[in-house]
């Protein structure tokens, strides 16, 4: 499968942002879909996953109750909804996918992983 991350920009703190990951190829619906994020000299870092029906969903402690996750699968294509922005969102956002089982966080549990999208928080 291959996977294309879009929807990042510029946005002031508080804001919101809706990023997508469309995926191309087969079997998008059996697969665990995962947002991380990279800021620049540090770590990529996990975000949310979502199970492959969309049933259930899991987040950092930094972004939970700000951020959510979806996907359409009939579209094959999932969705990160940012609301509250921070400065510390500020980071390139990667859409990944994998058939594992549900609630990876670790990014080697991924083997699919889109370009990344820029999102930059500021005032």
């Known amino acids: 499968v291959q996977l294309q991350a879009s929807g990042g920009g510029l946005a002031q703190p508080g804001d919101s942002l809706r990023l997508s990951c469309r995926a191309s190829g087969h079997s998008f619906s059996a697969y665990t879909m995962g947002w991380f994020r990279q800021a620049p000299g540090k770590e990529r870092e996990f975000v949310a996953t979502i199970t492959s029906s969309g049933s259930s969903t899991k987040y950092s402690d930094s972004v939970k109750g700000r951020f959510t996750i979806s996907r359409d699968n009939a579209k094959r294509t999932g969705y990160l909804q940012m609301n509250s922005l921070e400065p510390e969102d500020t980071a390139v956002y990667y859409c990944?996918?994998?058939?594992?089982?549900?609630?990876?966080?670790?990014?080697?549990?991924?083997?699919?992983w889109g370009q990344g999208t820029q999102v930059t928080v500021s005032s």
């Open positions: 990944a996918a994998q058939s594992i089982p549900p609630y990876a966080t670790a990014s080697s549990s991924y083997g699919y």
